[in-house]
C-alpha cells in the first residue's frame, strides 16, 4: 500500500519559518515527480512546488518563489518543503502529491499525480 505521510505543519507567527516534510512509503518515487499543493477555505487547490525526480528541476508557485524551498533525499524516499517568512496568505492545508508518470515536467497538471497525503495544517497568524 503506496502512502504519502506529511509533517510539520502547525501554528506560527508572520515571519516564521516550517519545515515540512512527506515521507513516501510502499513504492519509489525516486524516478518521479514529487509536489507539494495547498487548499484554503472555499479557494481551489493549487499547486505550491514541485520537483523532479533528480532534484534538478523545481517549480515554485509566484507568491512563494524566493520564500519556499522543496528539495528531496531519493535514498530515503522524502521530500522537504523549507517555509521561511510566512505570511497569513500562506494559511491552507498543504498536501503532498507524488506522479508516477511525469519526470522532469514540473509542476504538471493536478491529474498528473497519483498518490496524496492527508494533508497538515499551516496557520500563520498576523
Known amino acids: 500500500q503506496v502512502q504519502l505521510v506529511e509533517s510539520g505543519g502547525g501554528l506560527v507567527q508572520a515571519g516564521d519559518s516550517l519545515r515540512l516534510s512527506c515521507a513516501a512509503s510502499g513504492r519509489t518515487f525516486s524516478d518521479n515527480v514529487m509536489g507539494w499543493f495547498r487548499q484554503a477555505p472555499g479557494k481551489e487547490r493549487e499547486v505550491v512546488a514541485a520537483i523532479s525526480y533528480s532534484g534538478g528541476i523545481t517549480y515554485y508557485l509566484r507568491s512563494v518563489k524566493g520564500r519556499f524551498t522543496l528539495s528531496r533525499n531519493n535514498a530515503n524516499n522524502t521530500i522537504y518543503l523549507q517555509m521561511n517568512n510566512l505570511k497569513p496568505d500562506d494559511t491552507a492545508v498543504y498536501y503532498c502529491?507524488?506522479?508516477?508518470?511525469?519526470?522532469?515536467?514540473?509542476?504538471?497538471?493536478?491529474?498528473?499525480?497519483?498518490?496524496w497525503g492527508q494533508g497538515t495544517q499551516v496557520t500563520v497568524s498576523s
Open positions: 502529491a507524488a506522479s508516477t508518470r511525469l519526470r522532469t515536467t514540473v509542476p504538471g497538471n493536478r491529474a498528473d499525480y497519483d498518490y
